[in-house]
């Protein structure tokens, strides 16, 4: 814990999770005032920690925002929101110098920036440091900045209920998780950054603490989500028996590695004229149909080709990671497969990051601006969490209130009646029903899985069974939205259903409560 709760209990504004996002937030909204921040888990419990390929801005001399704006656009498949990624290229520039001002230091050539390139991205403009532990040292360096006495740090700290009196939203109810002890928090502001829900699946790049608790959270107070059926696989996680999943960073291929099946065959070039630097679900279908092909579990990225960089300094944790795990990436091929990585949906925000009820904002991977559209372009995802959370706390301070206006054909979708006997129950259902292949007979099976499952009881105050609960909530939203979209699009690939593009389905769904 750090800091002190102010008098009368009263914050300025309250921060529900630790990574960039929340940080990011408590940082600038400081001097509005006493500032809390609740994380369930450790404070550098979170996906940022773990993103590797880097965070995307115009920033070098061939480069501008248009170009990066139109990359944006591309990879989203016709549902991107064209303002708010207008805003999320032209603001990316100066949050960097923001970054650099609390403590990041990027990689650097020859005393300019270092910039990559990556998959969909027609110019290098990925920013990295620390070579490929970018989230992690972003991480570090606004943990430490964190550190002020305005700002109140409650780790393990399970928030279980946003508090909504008079229209708006007045604060958090919170369970302590090492005594039980439940206590309520009040603020004139609530900020959601929990994160995304890679834990709803059994492959999964995302940390145990992705359980998608923001967006059930907005859920149940009445906020709207939007769209949630688009889930981004990455096509290259390490795929080594006994050892725990890993993200192969897509910077890997940027750099020149090649996807490679069992026979050693470079295969890409089959699925796509940008190849092994493909959309990220153009790349994972590709993988799964060779891995079926082939009746394996895995395919080769082949790194061994790459002699003009170091790949142990280049790609340091990586590199440490493999070679745990038996294999020298300099001369063995690395096996991956896709796993679950990014939730592309969530509560649904304005360009002011405001969700449907007023006092609720929402930034980060929790929250559904509409600037990935169907299918996030890489390293996207860093920068629209400071972009947008620099926003949020603009918005907060010019006192303007209000909230995002409501979707007039928004879906109403009760809550689940039920809740999974466990986290691995929910994920097995979720990897074979709602994974990288859908059809409409195992979205359904995946909704009786569901409703056959125990009803659920008293709210839980354990993070084992509110954890389940929440991802019950996210796994239906999910699942519904898969179904209902009979097309296929980015992310949402629907095998009875191999039609991209339907003009009929260039729209976004929107779901709510139904009370």
């Not at 430490?144 to 958090?172: C, K, M």
């Not at 890489?378 to 979707?407: C, D, W, Y």
Request: proline fraction near 6%; hydrophobic fraction near 40%; include cysteine.
């Amino acid at each position: 814990m750090v800091g002190t709760v102010p008098p009368g209990g009263q914050y300025a504004v309250i921060v529900v999770g630790s990574g960039i996002s929340g940080l990011f937030v408590a940082l600038e909204a400081r001097h509005l005032g006493p500032v809390l921040v609740l994380t369930k888990g450790s404070i550098d419990d979170c996906n940022t920690r773990w993103a590797q390929g880097g965070i995307a801005a115009a920033v070098g001399p061939l480069d501008s925002p248009d170009q990066h704006l139109a990359d944006t656009i591309a990879a989203g498949a016709g549902l991107v929101d064209e303002e708010a990624a207008r805003i999320l290229c032209y603001e990316a520039p100066a949050r960097i110098r923001d970054l650099v001002e609390y403590g990041v230091s990027f990689d650097s050539l020859g005393g300019e920036v270092a910039l990559g390139r990556e998959a969909a991205h027609s110019r290098a403009r990925v920013l990295h440091a620390g070579g490929d532990r970018t989230g992690a040292e972003i991480e570090t360096a606004l943990s430490a900045a964190a550190q002020e006495q305005s700002i109140t740090i409650l780790d393990h700290t399970l928030v279980t209920r946003i508090v909504v009196e008079g229209g708006r939203a007045r604060g958090v109810e919170a369970v302590a998780l090492p005594t039980g002890e439940q206590e309520r928090y009040e603020a004139n502001a609530v900020v959601l950054g929990t994160g995304g829900a890679g834990q709803l699946f059994s492959h999964t790049t995302n940390p145990e603490v992705a359980t998608g608790d923001g967006v059930a959270l907005a859920f149940e107070t009445g906020a709207e989500i939007a769209d949630i059926e688009f889930y981004q696989f990455h096509p290259t996680a390490l795929r080594v028996p006994g050892v725990p999943t890993f993200l192969i960073s897509e910077a890997v291929r940027g750099e020149g590695a090649v996807l490679r099946n069992l026979a050693g065959e470079a295969f890409m070039r089959n699925y796509h004229p940008l190849a092994d630097l493909a959309p990220r679900d153009i790349v994972a279908r590709a993988i799964v149909r060779e891995m079926r092909r082939e009746g394996a579990d895995h395919v080769l990225l082949d790194c061994t080709g790459l002699r003009s960089i170091d790949l142990a300094a280049r790609f340091p944790a990586i590199f440490a990671y493999c070679k745990g795990a038996g294999i020298d990436i300099r001369v063995d091929p690395i096996p991956v497969s896709p796993a679950a990585h990014y939730l592309m949906g969530g509560v649904r925000t304005d360009i002011w990051g405001r969700t449907t009820i007023p006092g609720l904002y929402a930034c980060g991977e929790c929250a559904c601006t509409g600037v990935h559209g169907a299918n996030r372009l890489a390293s996207n995802s860093l920068m629209e969490t400071v972009v947008f959370g620099k926003r949020v706390v603009q918005h907060i301070a010019s006192g303007a209130g209000g909230s995002a206006p409501p979707t007039a054909d928004a879906i109403p979708l009760p809550s689940p009646a039920t809740e999974p006997p466990s986290h691995a129950a929910l994920q097995s259902m979720m990897w074979a029903c709602a994974g990288i292949e859908r059809d409409a007979g195992g979205l359904e099976r995946g909704l009786a899985t569901l409703s056959s499952w125990p009803r659920r009881g008293p709210t839980p105050v354990t993070r084992d069974a509110f954890e389940r609960r929440q991802m019950a909530t996210v796994a239906s939203l999910m699942l519904h939205a898969a179904l209902r979209r009979t097309e296929s699009r980015g992310s949402h690939f629907r095998s009875d259903f191999p039609e991209t593009d339907d003009v009929r389905w260039r729209r976004r769904q929107v779901f709510v409560r139904d009370p």
